[in-house]
């Protein structure tokens, strides 16, 4: 039996190396859901290629060049966010989540709750809605399985742990849980040598291919400190339990801290697929394409500690973990509206965290119950990142 499969984003990177996945087990995965936002003509192709039954398209244009390249589609299109709401209730058995940013967020709710695998590689979604997310998914039985390469390891390493009985003495024999980091482009660099960086420089990552925004997010560190609030709400793990390693060559992605000592670490080559391949055929292991760890010819592995006096953003999502409430969210809200502004030119890359900063030290922290919060929360921290982005540039 082929299990049925929804990409959403899937003209992205994350959508390549799952249907590169699906190309390597045709018979095992059948695609019934493909969505893009803006690119019609590769959603065309991909169309063409895996004859879905619904196309989801951000915009009405969209919708008109797939119709004009598709003469024979017999599916549906939908359009823009209420299209893709549809196409999240389009019960599936695995539904890969890949849009990126605050939009993945509704999308992601709603596939919470149709049961099945939810593979989420948005992360936006446990930032801004963590507990929420979380919650939808257990009451309908939906598995929340981690696309990103730190929390698909560490969810690997706790399975030993989840098959024993006594789960919850299970989980308090956790230590501690580390995510690692490759430091970015700019590791080394310093302060004032990280003012002057561009955007080309910055989404240059030395290790993983990955769009721009997340590359920007790896280069300040804030990739990881929304990674850690990440880990918090899927593991649930209180945030002095979270740590993170500086790892420049991307080789070991998470390690657990048991209480008796023992340390187990998750390797392999860096490689979408291998996350991917682990989520979308969980709890089988399928083969996924990925070049093989050869230990002796790597020669050595190098871990340092983060730096947040050069890497601030690490410390202030940190300080959002803490706060907990809509903290995470206006964290990730005023960080969207940075990126982007430095992404266009007009914010400088030191800059980005001084926005973030600014907007967080403006907020008060409430507690979110509803989706509708979220919502406003993350609004209001647009706002005022906006005109703290037109103060600084
Ligand atoms: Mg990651």
Same mark, same amino acid.
């Given at each position: 039996m082929s299990r049925s499969l929804a990409i959403f984003g899937a003209t992205g990177t994350i959508g390549d190396n799952a249907l590169d996945l699906v190309d390597q087990h045709q018979d095992r995965f059948d695609v019934q859901v493909l969505s893009a936002q803006n690119n019609s003509d590769k959603l065309a192709q991909l169309a063409q290629k895996y004859n879905p039954e619904i196309l989801v398209i951000g915009t009405q244009e969209g919708r008109e060049a797939l119709v004009q390249n598709l003469a024979d589609f017999k599916g549906t299109i939908v359009v823009g966010e209420?299209?893709?709401?549809?196409a999240a209730r389009h019960k599936v058995d695995v539904a890969v989540m890949a849009i990126v940013g605050f939009a993945g967020l509704a999308?992601?709710?709603?596939?919470?709750?149709?049961?099945?695998?939810?593979?989420?590689?948005?992360?936006?979604?446990l930032v801004a809605a963590g507990p929420l997310l979380m919650q939808t998914a257990q009451q309908n039985h939906t598995q929340v399985l981690p696309v990103d390469?730190?929390?698909?390891?560490?969810?690997?390493?706790?399975?030993?742990?989840?098959?024993?009985?006594?789960?919850?003495?299970?989980?308090?024999?956790?230590?501690?849980?580390?995510?690692?980091?490759?430091?970015?482009?700019?590791r080394q660099h310093s302060l004032a040598e990280m003012a002057k960086v561009t955007p080309a420089q910055a989404v240059a990552h030395p290790n993983?291919?990955?769009?721009?925004?997340?590359?920007?997010?790896?280069?300040?560190?804030?990739?990881?400190?929304?990674?850690?609030?990440?880990?918090?709400?899927?593991?649930?793990?209180?945030?002095?339990?979270?740590?993170?390693?500086?790892?420049?060559?991307?080789?070991?992605h998470g390690l657990?801290?048991?209480?008796?000592?023992?340390?187990?670490?998750?390797?392999?080559?860096?490689?979408?697929?291998?996350?991917?391949?682990?989520?979308?055929?969980?709890?089988?292991?399928?083969?996924?394409?990925?070049?093989r760890l050869d230990l002796a010819a790597q020669g050595r592995l190098d871990f340092e500690a983060a730096d947040r006096d050069r890497f601030i953003c690490l410390a202030l999502a940190e300080a959002a973990m803490r706060a907990d $409430?809509?903290?995470?969210?206006?964290?990730?809200? +005023?960080? *969207?509206? @940075?990126?982007?502004?430095? &992404? %266009?030119?007009?914010?400088?890359?030191?800059?980005? $965290?001084?926005?973030?900063?600014?907007?967080?030290? +403006?907020? *008060?922290? @409430?507690?979110?119950?509803? &989706? %509708?919060?979220?919502?406003?929360?993350?609004l209001a921290a647009r706002v005022g990142a906006e005109q703290q982005v037109k103060k600084l540039s």
């Amino acid at each position: 039996m082929s299990r049925s499969l929804a990409i959403f984003g899937a003209t992205g990177t994350i959508g390549d190396n799952a249907l590169d996945l699906v190309d390597q087990h045709q018979d095992r995965f059948d695609v019934q859901v493909l969505s893009a936002q803006n690119n019609s003509d590769k959603l065309a192709q991909l169309a063409q290629k895996y004859n879905p039954e619904i196309l989801v398209i951000g915009t009405q244009e969209g919708r008109e060049a797939l119709v004009q390249n598709l003469a024979d589609f017999k599916g549906t299109i939908v359009v823009g966010e209420a299209g893709l709401l549809e196409a999240a209730r389009h019960k599936v058995d695995v539904a890969v989540m890949a849009i990126v940013g605050f939009a993945g967020l509704a999308p992601a709710m709603t596939c919470a709750a149709q049961g099945g695998v939810l593979a989420l590689a948005n992360k936006e979604a446990l930032v801004a809605a963590g507990p929420l997310l979380m919650q939808t998914a257990q009451q309908n039985h939906t598995q929340v399985l981690p696309v990103d390469s730190e929390h698909n390891a560490i969810y690997q390493l706790l399975q030993t742990q989840a098959q024993n009985p006594g789960h919850e003495s299970a989980h308090k024999s956790i230590e501690k849980i580390v995510l690692t980091a490759s430091g970015g482009p700019f590791r080394q660099h310093s302060l004032a040598e990280m003012a002057k960086v561009t955007p080309a420089q910055a989404v240059a990552h030395p290790n993983w291919d990955m769009g721009a925004k997340i590359s920007v997010d790896s280069a300040t560190l804030m990739n990881k400190g929304l990674e850690l609030i990440e880990a918090r709400y899927l593991f649930d793990i209180e945030p002095a339990r979270l740590d993170v390693l500086v790892h420049p060559q991307s080789i070991v992605h998470g390690l657990v801290y048991f209480n008796d000592g023992s340390v187990l670490a998750q390797k392999g080559c860096p490689d979408m697929r291998v996350p991917l391949a682990y989520c979308m055929a969980y709890p089988e292991r399928i083969a996924s394409g990925a070049p093989r760890l050869d230990l002796a010819a790597q020669g050595r592995l190098d871990f340092e500690a983060a730096d947040r006096d050069r890497f601030i953003c690490l410390a202030l999502a940190e300080a959002a973990m803490r706060a907990d $409430g809509d903290a995470p969210c206006v964290l990730n809200a +005023a960080n *969207e509206i @940075a990126v982007a502004a430095f &992404l %266009d030119g007009r914010l400088g890359f030191t800059a980005i $965290g001084e926005v973030v900063d600014a907007v967080l030290q +403006a907020h *008060e922290v @409430a507690r979110v119950s509803g &989706l %509708d919060e979220v919502m406003a929360a993350d609004l209001a921290a647009r706002v005022g990142a906006e005109q703290q982005v037109k103060k600084l540039s």
